[in-house]
């Protein structure tokens, strides 16, 4: 499961939720059908389901609430690696020219990520990862089942050109979507 929380969009801000099943059905919960569109546009989905989506974050815990979707968790301190994303610089943390530099030593320090791609319809995209927290505890249902406790992530999630940390985490992640031109 991967949980968008975004501050800033084209679209204001506003929060998704992509959920990859045990038997591997791809669903998107969204909070609208243009964000939808949007969203499906670039990353891969066998169904999308449309309605309120909330996050809520605050001191050390979160809660996300979305179509047939309850969850709440706990942070921890730094995940692996935080310490190390710090030492840079905002602006260059999030510069696609960086990103691409440092793509395969990303990859081969957390196996399946990527900070950069090839997205659908023609669409490269970009993640500046600026810091990451382990959650640490995480309680949920996700349409009546109960979701179980935390565990690595394994298979990587198949959304996209990226999967996510095998280790479950939080974190603050600047997208840059380059569309092709029209």
Same mark, same amino acid.
Request: aromatic share 8%; charged share 20%.
């Given at each position: 499961?991967?949980?968008?929380?975004?501050?800033?969009?084209?679209?204001? $801000?506003?929060?998704?939720?992509?959920?990859?099943?045990?038997?591997?059905?791809?669903?998107?919960?969204?909070?609208?059908?243009?964000?939808?569109?949007?969203?499906?546009?670039?990353?891969?989905?066998?169904?999308?389901?449309? *309605?309120?989506?909330?996050?809520?974050?605050?001191?050390?815990?979160?809660?996300?609430?979305?179509?047939?979707?309850?969850?709440? *968790?706990?942070?921890?301190?730094?995940?692996?690696?935080?310490?190390?994303?710090?030492?840079?610089?905002?602006?260059?943390?999030?510069?696609?020219?960086?990103?691409?530099?440092?793509?395969?030593?990303?990859?081969?320090?957390?196996?399946?990520?990527?900070?950069?791609?090839?997205? *659908?319809?023609?669409?490269?995209?970009?993640?500046?990862?600026?810091?990451?927290?382990?959650?640490?505890?995480?309680?949920?249902?996700?349409?009546?089942?109960?979701?179980? *406790?935390?565990?690595?992530?394994?298979?990587?999630?198949?959304?996209?050109?990226?999967?996510?940390?095998?280790?479950?985490?939080?974190?603050?992640?600047?997208?840059?979507?380059?569309?092709?031109? $029209?």
């Amino acid at each position: 499961m991967v949980v968008g929380s975004w501050l800033e969009s084209p679209f204001g $801000r506003f929060a998704d939720v992509m959920v990859e099943s045990a038997d591997g059905h791809r669903t998107l919960l969204a909070p609208s059908e243009e964000i939808a569109e949007f969203v499906s546009d670039t990353y891969t989905f066998d169904s999308t389901e449309i *309605g309120p989506v909330n996050v809520d974050h605050v001191a050390g815990a979160f809660s996300v609430a979305a179509p047939g979707l309850v969850l709440a *968790g706990r942070l921890g301190g730094p995940a692996p690696f935080d310490r190390l994303l710090r030492l840079v610089p905002g602006q260059l943390a999030t510069a696609p020219a960086w990103l691409r530099v440092v793509d395969p030593v990303a990859s081969r320090l957390i196996p399946g990520v990527r900070t950069y791609g090839s997205a *659908g319809n023609g669409r490269r995209e970009y993640y500046g990862v600026r810091r990451s927290r382990r959650i640490i505890l995480v309680d949920g249902i996700f349409r009546g089942v109960d979701l179980g *406790g935390l565990a690595p992530l394994d298979p990587p999630v198949r959304f996209g050109f990226s999967s996510a940390p095998k280790t479950p985490q939080m974190v603050s992640v600047t997208t840059t979507i380059d569309l092709p031109a $029209r």
